[in-house]
């Protein structure tokens, strides 16, 4: 059973600090990782995702990736009170649908 | 371009009525998937079609039937709903099933069963 873990939360961060996401994964053959932002009463929408291992930037978003430890990061910098969501973190391994954590929900305090 | 539809955006249902939930995607995409999300318990794949004629169980398909009907449109069929049925579905479609896929998501039917 491939798993996907993330802590609920809430993570509550101030505004304008950076807000740190991790997610675990139980399947070492996982090949890629995405990073889900889903708003109260909305649908998930993707915001990055990340193949290889180290560091994506896309703004103020970073994905980190470290497949020996099995474990994969959001930072958010400059964190907004727009930023205040459930976060979702997708594994893909071969030619599988993705599997999904149950989300962090984080909320930025202005 | 409208990505990923959705309808009805929200149904009511008797437990033991029936219903189709509709699903379309514009994007020429060639898997459909079928999710639920419930409080505290994540996305859970219901079915999915890798590919148009092609239709796989997920996690929790009892109780669901679904369609591909064309490579457009995925349909998730209740034959008989039950309370537990109650949860927000969501399509979802990418281009494939490999790694490099991600997928994209429609905006969701809200179903309660009483």
């Known amino acids: 059973q491939k798993e996907v873990e993330q802590n609920s939360g809430p993570l509550s961060v101030p505004e304008g600090a950076i807000a740190s996401l991790n997610c675990t994964y139980s399947d070492r053959g996982s090949q890629s990782f995405f990073w889900y932002r889903q708003y109260s009463g909305k649908s998930p929408e993707l915001i990055m995702f990340?193949?290889?291992?180290g560091d994506k930037e896309d703004g103020r978003f970073t994905a980190q990736l470290n497949k020996a430890s099995q474990y994969v990061s959001l930072l958010i910098r400059d964190s907004q009170p727009s930023d205040s969501a459930t976060y979702l973190c997708?594994?893909?391994?071969?030619?599988?649908?993705?599997?999904f954590g149950k989300g962090t929900r984080l909320s930025v305090i202005a | 371009n409208a990505g990923v539809t959705q309808t009805p955006k929200f149904q009511v249902l008797k437990t033991g009525q029936s219903m189709t939930l509709q699903c379309a995607q514009d994007m020429n995409h060639n898997s459909m998937y079928w999710y639920r999300q419930d409080p505290g318990m994540g996305l859970r794949l219901i079915y999915y079609?890798?590919?148009?004629?092609t239709t796989d169980k997920g996690e929790v398909p009892n109780g669901y039937n679904v369609s591909r009907l064309n490579k457009r449109e995925f349909s998730l069929r209740l034959e008989s709903a039950a309370p537990s049925q109650t949860s927000v579905y969501f399509c979802a479609s990418s281009w494939g099933q490999g790694p490099s896929y991600e997928q994209y998501f429609g905006p969701g039917t809200r179903l309660t069963v009483t």
């Open positions: 997708a594994v893909n391994s071969g030619n599988t649908p993705l599997v």
């Open positions: 990340i193949y290889s291992n």
């Open positions: 079609s890798a590919s148009e004629g």
